[in-house]
């Protein structure tokens, strides 16, 4: 079995409001990006890996791995406009066999073990995601009214989401809809039922400038 690792750091980090595009900042002395690639370089099943990058950060990124020494193997691919057309333009790049795991560049503090739990679902059961599940209350907003929502009934959804290529593949071929925010919402519109595992509190997305200062409490060394 072939498994590949597809790490999106096409994003332009809008919400980070840094002039060097958040993937590149650095958290504990290394860009955010060669943190998630360890980890990915750790894992028991040894992903190939995709890095997909907007083309015009791809000479910044090389310079970066020669400052970093940053030696480990992987292919690059150009970024899109929308997170969906980036994570299409990896999967174009591989067959139809294997597992294949998505994950945000921007989530450096990823365990090895959920990633390598991630690869174990999804090639049992097609497809797998990791979530957690809300500590606080949940209240939802429409029409200008809120309305209490049951908790437990509600997971905070995080990546690694893995699948099998051929289901992957097959949902990445329906047009783009805004209500894509991640791989999941693809697939479960092309009929899947979508596999929850135990995500970690940790695995938090560096999004806004007080996420990285939490990732830089959060790591361990
Ligand atoms: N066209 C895009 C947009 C996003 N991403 C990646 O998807 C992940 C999650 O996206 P997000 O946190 O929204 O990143 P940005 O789009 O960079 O941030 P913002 O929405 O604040 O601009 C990030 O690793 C980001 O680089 C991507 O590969 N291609
Ligand atoms: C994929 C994701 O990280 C799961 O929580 C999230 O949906 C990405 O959303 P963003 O708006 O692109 O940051």
Known sequence: MKYYAVIVAGGSGNRMQTETPKQFLLLKNLPVLMHTLKA???????PLILLVLNKNQQPYWLRL???FNFRIPHTVIDGGSERFQS????INHLDDD???????????II????IDNCFKYALEKGNVIAAVQSTDSVRKLRDDKTSALNRNEIYLVQTPQAFTLDILKEAYKQDFSPHFTDDASVVELAGYE???IEGERNNIKITH???LELAELLMKK
């Open 40 to 46: 990915f370089a750790q894992s028991e099943y040894q």
């Open 65 to 67: 791995c020669e400052e």
């Open 87 to 90: 994570v299409k333009n990896a």
């Open 98 to 108: 294997g597992v294949v795991a998505v994950h945000d560049a921007v989530r450096p």
């Open 111 to 114: 365990s090895t073990k959920l």
């Open 194 to 196: 979508i596999n929850i």
């Open 209 to 211: 400038p007080i996420d």
